[in-house]
C-alpha cells in the first residue's frame, strides 16, 4: 500500500489561492484507506474550501487513480464541469495519472507520497519496501534491509548496535540482527556469509517504465 498523509491545509489553500471555482477527485483504494483521499475527506475538503469561498463544482473518487483507463473515464465530467483547478487527494503517481488527463486545468496534490508500506493494526502503517528495483530479500530471509536499516546496509551488521537497537534511530531494532535471527531459524546462515554489491543507484535512469508487453 502507497501510504500518503495530509499536507497542511494552509498549504493547500496556497496552492488554490487563485482559483475561484475548484474539483477534487480522490482515491477509492491506498489513500481512501490512510484516511487521506476517501469520500468523508473529500466532503471534509469540500466544506474548507466552499467557507473559503471557493466552489467545489464537482467531485469524485477513483478506484485507482494510479490506473489511467479509469481515471480517464472519471475525469471527463470533470473537465466539463470546466474548474480554475483540480486537487488530487491521491499519491504522488495518483496525482501526475489526473493531471494526465486534465487537459489544461492546473492539478494539485493534498497529500505528501510516504513510502509503500503495510498495515501493522488499523491506522498504523511501516515503512516495508523502497521500491529500488534490485530486491536482495531472497538473501537476507525476506527482511529488506534497504527500508529496515537506517543505513541501508546491504552488508552488515554495522557494529553500531547497542542492546540490539540501532545507532541511528535507538528506538528502532537492528536490521542485521533481525536478519541474522531469521537465516537461523531457517537453516540458511550461510547465506549471511556472502558478500552483497551495494546498491548502484547511479545506473538508475529515470523515469522507468516495466510493461509485460515487451517493448513499450
Known amino acids: 500500500m502507497i501510504i500518503t498523509q495530509k499536507k497542511p491545509l494552509e498549504e493547500v489553500m496556497a496552492m488554490v489561492a487563485d482559483a475561484k471555482t475548484v ?5 477509492g483504494s491506498c489513500a481512501t484507506a490512510c484516511q487521506t483521499g476517501g469520500e468523508a475527506q473529500i466532503n471534509e475538503l469540500t466544506a474548507i474550501l466552499e467557507q473559503a469561498g471557493k466552489k467545489v463544482v464537482a467531485t469524485t473518487v477513483a478506484d485507482y487513480c494510479c490506473m489511467n483507463l479509469g481515471v480517464k473515464g472519471k475525469m471527463k465530467p470533470v473537465v466539463a464541469a470546466k474548474p480554475d483547478c483540480v486537487i488530487c487527494m ?3 503517481d495518483g496525482v ?16 505528501n507520497t510516504m513510502f509503500l508500506g503495510e498495515a501493522v493494526r488499523f491506522g498504523v502503517w511501516e515503512e516495508a519496501c523502497h ?7 531472497g538473501q537476507t530471509g525476506a527482511i529488506c ?7 541501508s546496509l546491504v552488508n552488515g551488521p ?5 542492546n540490539g537497537k540501532c545507532e541511528v534511530n535507538p528506538e528502532n531494532d537492528c536490521a542485521w540482527i533481525k536478519i541474522y535471527n531469521r537465516l537461523q531459524a531457517t537453516n540458511q546462515l550461510d547465506k549471511l556469509m556472502k558478500t552483497r554489491e551495494d546498491k548502484g543507484y547511479e545506473d538508475v535512469a529515470y523515469p522507468r517504465t516495466i510493461s509485460i508487453r515487451g517493448k513499450k
Open 131 to 137: 521500491m529500488c528495483g534490485e530486491c536482495v530479500l
Open 158 to 162: 554495522c557494529g553500531g548496535q547497542k
Open 145 to 151: 534491509p534497504i527500508s529496515q536499516c537506517a543505513k
Open 96 to 111: 501526475q495519472c489526473v493531471a494526465r488527463n486534465a487537459g489544461d486545468i492546473p492539478v494539485y496534490p493534498s497529500n
Open 90 to 92: 491521491s499519491c504522488g
Open 23 to 27: 474539483a477534487i477527485i480522490g482515491c
